[in-house]
């Protein structure tokens, strides 16, 4: 099947969300297939941050009258907007490494069990549940597959990413967590703002802000924790900001009620504007519409991957149906590193690449156009056709 450049422009003309991409900042002379890594930064979080700069210099300590509700003010936001979550479920604070610290700890007070994850779930999420296992004298296991780590959780603390970061495999949350006693914690990292999310049966969940939710580079993340979990639910890291009377400074630690007993120390402002910012683009678009575009950019692509690729030695090996794949399309070839580091300097298409031979195009619903797939696959096979990736220095850089 042909599959020219003008189907890709008629494809462009008929999204619904085409004319939000104009909001954003491309990287002069790329085409930026690579925001499941770091999402683009739009005038909306360039503004929101530069009203906060000019708060700040107004008003200086005084604002925090009205900075101090932002964890929480934006955390309900973004469970009514994306996550399908209830008010006062949802956290804006510090990193995902640090909240699935807590999680972790606050679900293993509850359950005896081991602490399970698959090997193939993203590496801070791994070294976290296994040093909390360690802290807590647990077993730790690391299943083979995300089934065997299912069906080995019983009694314990279960950790599953959402979306699988180097395959991009969508899993069944409401059915995953509801075929097992384990405590389930959710890694939402590459599925909140790029697919649709329903925590309505869900335990405990994290995720990160920077990616489809383009709140910027170490942008604050987010948890969950089910309104009925909370009140039993204690985090291992006391900071004031969790305490009830913050500003009491008495001595010992008594947790507020609710979702804020979740924070710790100050807040980044910063962060928090910018994802305040963004979530207006995203809210205008709507995560229903966001999550088509997702199914149908990523068809687009497999489509591209299959009549232009395949031939060059590429197999896409992410999930065939759009129904268990996430917004980026992973393409496995030997030569995966040179290839990807090519596509960049000789060709100006970011992308990244992933151990041992995956290369990673992230198709972003809000920021990628079907020309833009279309011209950066374009290129790919211009580019692997011609062998020109074969003279390109092949040395990992520290960021791929």
């Known amino acids: 099947m042909r599959i020219s450049r ?32 770091l999402g683009l930064v739009s005038v909306d979080v360039r503004d929101g941050v530069a009203a906060l ?24 936001r973004l469970a009514a907007s994306l996550l399908g979550a209830r008010s006062g479920e949802v956290l804006v604070a510090d990193s995902v490494t640090v909240n699935l610290y807590k999680l972790a700890h606050a679900a ?3 359950r005896p069990g081991p602490i399970v994850t698959d090997a193939g779930n993203f590496p801070t999420d791994r070294y976290v549940l296994e040093g909390v296992a360690r802290q807590r004298g647990r077993e730790y296991v690391e299943a083979s597959s995300v089934e065997a780590a299912v069906e080995g959780a019983s009694g314990g603390v ?14 069944d949350l409401p059915a995953i967590t509801g075929a097992t006693d384990a405590l389930v914690i959710w890694d939402l990292s590459h599925s909140a703002g790029a697919v649709e999310v329903d925590l309505a049966s869900a335990d405990l969940a994290v995720g990160c802000t920077y990616k489809y939710l383009n709140a910027g580079p170490g942008a604050p993340a ?41 924070a710790a120390g100050t807040p980044s402002i ?28 990523t068809d687009f692509g497999l489509s591209l991957a299959d009549a232009w690729l ?19 399309l992973a393409l496995r070839h030997e030569a995966a590193m040179p290839i990807c580091r090519a596509l960049l300097e000789r060709a100006g298409v970011v992308t990244d690449f992933r151990q041992p031979d995956v290369l990673r195009a992230g198709l972003s619903p809000l920021t990628t156009r079907y020309v833009d797939a279309w011209d950066g696959f374009d290129r790919l096979r ?19």
Not at 310 to 328: D, N, T
Not at 382 to 400: D, F, N
């Open 6 to 37: 003008t189907d890709a422009e008629a494809l462009d003309a008929a999204d619904p969300l085409a004319p939000l991409r104009d909001r954003f900042v491309v990287p002069p002379g790329r085409i930026y297939l690579d925001g499941n890594s």
């Open 382 to 400: 211009s580019l692997v056709a011609s062998g020109a990736h074969l003279a390109q220095e092949a040395a990992p850089r520290r960021v791929t």
């Open 158 to 171: 279960l950790c599953l990413a959402h979306v699988d970061y180097r395959y991009g495999r969508l899993l």
């Open 270 to 297: 910063p962060g928090l504007a910018a994802l305040d910012a963004t979530l207006d683009v995203i809210e205008l678009a709507g995560i229903s519409r966001i999550a088509a575009k997702s199914r149908t950019v």
């Open 108 to 110: 293993a007070d509850h």
């Open 310 to 328: 395949a031939p060059l030695g590429f197999e896409a090996v992410s999930p065939r149906s759009a129904a268990e794949r996430g917004a980026h």
């Open 53 to 76: 700069l000019g708060d700040w210099g107004k008003r200086a300590v005084e604002a925090w009258d009205d900075w101090i509700e932002l964890p929480t003010r934006i955390g309900d």
């Open 222 to 262: 987010f948890l969950y924790v089910r309104r009925e979990l909370q009140a039993e639910m204690r985090s291992p890291i006391q900071g004031w900001f969790g305490r009830r009377d913050q500003f009491g400074m008495e001595p010992g630690y008594d947790p507020v009620d609710g979702i804020g007993r979740f």
